[in-house]
């Protein structure tokens, strides 16, 4: 089951923050989250493996909720590198899929000066 | 970090011919993706290739349009098979489970 990120766009000013939100149906076992810019492959940024979870640093970070159903991806006073398109990826708890991602649909986020 | 090595990195190919993506890692990896991206869209998982055993794909994929090869833990090869304008797409390698490694990607045209 595809997760549901949201919003679909963001466009901010340098230095505004953004939240990107990625949500499952089911329990998961980790959520990942990657950027991608036009035309290059995704960038890993950060896994979350245990539910209440939070991570990142100061700029960058997420959090994974106690049920492992929903992640968020905090991004903090942005800058114009933080433009792309940000994905969260998903493993589930099936035993079989360990590795095997399923991306949400993404979220294209826009920093302007 | 391991590198990731996939080739071509584009092709323009007319219908009903095929292609073969190479993917080459500079470490041994037990198993491999192989991803696809329409224009604009996330990425959709095709196939995971084990060494040693058949790829398993996911629904909608099969083996006679996309098979896969895995003679050795560091490489791998998807071939699209006669391909059709809708085959238009990027296509990505992968690995690792903590965090995963994408190759450059492959943008495929068919004409």
């Known amino acids: 089951q595809q997760p549901v990120q949201s919003p679909q766009a963001v466009i901010l000013r340098e230095g505004e923050d953004a939240v990107i939100n990625c949500s499952s149906s089911k329990a998961l076992y980790s959520v990942h989250w990657y950027r991608q810019k036009h035309g290059e492959a995704p960038v890993f940024l950060m896994i979350?493996?245990?539910?209440?979870e939070q991570k990142g640093h100061e700029k960058i970070s997420a959090s994974f909720n106690e049920k492992k159903q929903q992640s968020s991806l905090y991004l903090t006073a942005s800058q114009l590198s933080y433009s792309g398109t940000y994905f969260c990826?998903?493993?589930?708890?099936?035993?079989?899929?360990?590795?095997?991602?399923?991306f949400g649909q993404g979220t294209i986020l826009t920093v302007h000066p | 970090s391991a590198v990731i090595s996939q080739k071509p990195s584009r092709d323009i190919c007319q219908r009903g011919t095929s292609l073969t993506i190479q993917c080459q890692v500079d470490?041994?990896?037990?198993?491999m993706f192989w991803y696809r991206q329409q224009p604009g869209q996330s990425l959709t998982l095709i196939a995971t290739?084990?060494?040693?055993?058949?790829?398993?794909?996911e629904s909608g994929f099969v083996i006679d349009k996309f098979p896969i090869s895995r003679p050795n833990l560091t490489f791998s090869t998807l071939t699209v098979s006669n391909m059709s304008p809708e085959d238009s797409s990027i296509y990505l390698c992968s690995f690792g489970d903590t965090e995963a490694f994408f190759g450059q990607g492959t943008r495929l045209t068919v004409v």
């Open positions: 979350l493996l245990k539910g209440g």
């Open positions: 990826g998903t493993e589930h708890l099936d035993g079989t899929s360990y590795g095997k991602l399923t």
């Open positions: 470490s041994q990896v037990t198993m």
């Open positions: 290739a084990n060494q040693g055993s058949e790829a398993t794909y």
